[in-house]
């Protein structure tokens, strides 16, 4: 069975999060933080060797502090991050100690998923080497200007929105990190991988696979997180859990 490292960033600002006084990983979604629902899809799973979280360094002590009843029960690795998500990815690929074959990132601000998506694009990364989710663009897509004028319609053939779980061979991701000269630049990891000339599939994203980014997103994930299939599978893994998402 081949084995996958996690890498959770959690090291952002969460600049257009308003109104809360934690960041968004660290928040509550219906009575359990953000970063732990997120989290709890890897932690059993038998071909995940290694999860790791990755958070500001100014938010490390504070964190430990906080959530030292849910880290006494959970398999995690807590690394302090960069000053960009790619560098805060690379920090967590240092802190890989166990063997790995794939690396996958996934943003710790998206709590909901289900065990068939993890599934799915984990055999697709074993298939092609990279791998990503994509939800096809639907809509019209409009360009605009400063001034928010429309300057364009752009043409959405083949236009796909980027989604995590990003997966990759462990070789492959890390020799991408090595080769890039301006990692603050990149948006995603899939991103570098591409400056290698390396192929990236993407697979079918899941709608209600959101980034929790605005106020409005957090209030969809409260609606989406009781329309996900449960299975139960997750169920008894700290004594926080509740009747955890498949």
């Not at 359990?32 to 890897?42: D, G, K, N, Q």
């Not at 290698?196 to 709608?207: A, E, F, K, T």
Request: overall charge neutral; some cysteine.
């Amino acid at each position: 069975m081949s084995q996958f490292a996690v890498i959770l960033p959690a090291a952002g600002q969460s600049s257009r999060f308003k109104g809360f006084q934690r960041k968004k990983p660290f928040v509550e979604l219906k009575g359990r933080p953000i970063w732990v629902r997120t989290a709890e899809h890897f932690l059993n799973r038998p071909d995940v060797c290694q999860t790791i979280l990755v958070i500001a360094p100014e938010d490390l002590d504070w964190f430990r502090e906080t959530f030292k009843a849910n880290l006494a029960f959970m398999d995690i690795t807590v690394v302090a991050g960069g000053a960009s998500r790619a560098e805060s990815v690379r920090n967590g690929i240092l802190a890989i100690k166990k063997p790995a074959d794939y690396i996958a990132v996934h943003d710790a601000a998206r709590p909901l998923l289900t065990t068939q998506w993890v599934d799915q694009i984990f055999a697709a990364a074993e298939s092609y080497q990279a791998a990503i989710p994509g939800l096809k663009i639907s809509s019209t897509i409009k360009r605009i200007g400063d001034d928010a004028l429309i300057s364009a319609t752009v043409d959405r053939t083949g236009l796909v929105q980027a989604q995590t779980p990003q997966v990759f061979s462990a070789p492959l991701l890390q020799k991408a990190m090595a080769s890039c000269r301006n990692l603050a630049a990149a948006t995603d990891d899939a991103s570098l991988v591409e400056s290698i000339s390396q192929p990236v599939m993407v697979i079918d994203g899941w709608p209600m696979n959101i980034k929790i980014t605005t106020n409005e997103d957090f209030r969809l994930a409260e609606l989406f997180l009781s329309a996900l299939p449960k299975s139960g599978g997750l169920g008894g893994l700290h004594p926080f859990a509740d009747d955890l998402l498949s």
